[in-house]
Nanobody, 115 residues
Framework: QVQLVESGGGLVQPGGPLTLSCVSS????????MGWYRQAPGKQRELVAK???????DYGDSVKGRFTISRDTATNTVYLQMNSLKPEDTAVYYC?????????WGQGTQVTVSS
């Protein structure tokens, strides 16, 4: 059983930074890939960022140049550094891990960008 626990969400003003963390209950080298997805009310869940075991990263078009995904294997943690936040970034952000055919999800953390 794999557990993913997100933290760091909250209210932030437009243009500000915010960092999300996702701690895995198991060694993150067990995963083929980890990433962040987000879902706003009434909208489809979309890819924000992902990183594979080799360290290759990929980003959704709407966040390229503003968000950065990284990992710390010592603490089994994946981070999402968000900069220049916009109101349209408001969503529930979910940590995701993929192992072979299996997908694991965190409980989600709310990010609200508003003045």
């Amino acid at each position: 059983q794999v557990q993913l626990v997100e933290s760091g969400g909250g209210l932030v003003q437009p243009g500000g930074p915010l960092t999300l963390s996702c701690v895995s209950s198991t060694n993150i080298f067990n995963f083929n890939a980890m990433g962040w997805y987000r879902q706003a009310p009434g909208k489809q869940r979309e890819l924000v960022a992902k990183i594979n075991v080799g360290g290759r990263t990929d980003y959704g078009d709407s966040v390229k140049g503003r968000f950065t995904i990284s990992r710390d294997t010592a603490t089994n943690t994946v981070y999402l550094q968000m900069n220049s936040l916009k109101p349209e970034d408001t969503a529930v952000y979910y940590c995701h891990a993929h192992i072979l055919r299996n997908d694991y999800w965190g409980q989600g953390t709310q990010v609200t960008v508003s003045s």
